[in-house]
């Protein structure tokens, strides 16, 4: 199949209106592409609105930098297109990106390639400006660590006790899963990076090796549950909130994948609830029922997943496609392999950014799906 450059995803996408990704037809509009610092390695949509300043309408594009040891912003510049904003220093080489409020102010959450994990607050009063990294799981200092916690291997940020303010759970090995409540005081922009707070959590056991963790209603009661991967062996593990005040959290499955996972996504479908991409390029999906099953064979093997809602972006040697997630639906897009995609939720009129990293790091297409 002759591949299509992203800067013509667009074209592709209005001839193929028949697309019954996310419960109906799909258009598209380019929103051109904008140069970040470079060697960029992954990327989010983030609400970078301070404190005293309301819930962003369209939240900026992080981008995190592989070498640069930065965080780039691209803000929206006009309807039809963005900008970088800046530059903000994340604290050593970045891996892994996120995004979450915080006490009633966006911000940042970064992991390096030390294990640590911080979170960068943003400006009171001011939108897009980021603070220094506060650490928040594995103190590092010159290159050495200064505490005793093993290096993080993943990230996931989402409010599992309901009251507006998102935790942060870490993935570490001979730790299991590390839940990080009561993030204000990191977030605080009066806090020293230099001597940040301790983050008082608990820990859930999860396997040899957890890796990939994901924070998503898995059992369908309306409160945020989460789910872990494990590097070592083809395990999905799961863990349901029986309360939320206090905020209590229980093992629930352990369950065998067709392979070792590598990436695991929540889909916000009632049946499918979460999507997981195997190390052989296969993506399955596991059932309100705890089933694992197959799903999109036409797209192996997959290398990048977004999702938000009922939409799937999925990225394979094929190219991307855009799904609907709850009836595994869609069609090829026919755009070149990319480095990574990110998704943000629909707004009232059932429109969602789509962000593509390309492959080499220097630059982030932008794309309006509706």
Request: charged share 15%; hydrophobic share 45%; glycine share 12%.
């Given at each position: ?16 209106a ?28 983030a ?64 992991r390096?390639?030390d ?14 400006r ?9 103190f590092v ?55 940040p707070?301790t ?19 898995v059992?369908?009661?309306g ?36 392979a ?35 799903i ?40 070149d ?18 962000a ?15």
């Amino acid at each position: 199949m002759r591949r299509i450059s992203p800067s013509v995803l667009v074209s592709v996408l209005m001839s193929a209106a028949a697309v019954p990704a996310c419960g109906g037809g799909v258009s598209v509009s380019n929103e051109g592409s904008v140069a970040t610092g470079g060697s960029s390695v992954g990327l989010a949509f983030a609400d970078l609105n301070g404190a005293g300043v309301g819930v962003a309408v369209e939240p900026d594009v992080v981008v995190a930098s592989g070498k640069r040891g930065e965080v780039d912003v691209l803000v929206r510049q006009d309807l039809v297109s963005w900008r970088l904003f800046a530059n903000f220093f994340s604290g050593g080489e970045t891996v892994q990106v996120a995004g979450g409020r915080v006490a009633g102010a966006g911000a940042v959450f970064v992991r390096n390639q030390d294990g640590e994990v911080a979170l960068m607050p943003t400006e009171a009063g001011a939108s897009h400006r980021l603070g220094f990294p506060v650490s928040i799981y594995h103190f590092v200092r010159s290159g050495a660590p200064t505490d005793a916690s093993p290096p993080a291997t993943g990230l996931a940020i989402g409010d599992l006790d309901g009251d507006g303010s998102a935790e942060a759970v870490v993935t570490a090995p001979g730790l299991g899963l590390v839940v990080l409540p009561g993030l204000a005081a990191a977030a605080d922009p009066k806090v020293s990076p230099e001597h940040p707070p301790t983050i008082n959590g608990f820990k859930l056991a999860a396997g040899p090796a957890p890796i990939e963790a994901v924070i998503a209603d898995v059992d369908g009661d309306g409160r945020a549950d989460l789910a872990v991967l494990d590097a070592q062996t083809p395990t999905l593990r799961t863990y349901v909130t029986q309360s939320q005040l206090p905020l209590d959290i229980q093992p629930d499955k352990t369950l065998t994948l067709p392979a070792i996972g590598v990436a695991l996504r929540a889909t916000g479908c009632a049946a499918t609830p979460l999507v997981v991409t195997l190390a052989d390029g296969r993506l399955v999906a596991l059932t309100r029922t705890g089933q694992i099953e197959p799903i999109l064979d036409e797209m192996v093997p997959v290398h990048h997943v977004a999702s938000s809602g009922d939409a799937l972006a999925v990225d394979g040697d094929r190219g991307l496609s855009l799904f609907d997630a709850c009836a595994a639906a869609g069609s090829l897009l026919g755009v070149d392999p990319v480095a990574a995609v990110a998704l943000t939720p629909a707004n009232s009129a059932k429109t969602r950014e789509l962000a593509v990293l390309q492959p080499d790091g220097n630059a982030v297409s932008l794309y309006q799906v509706r």
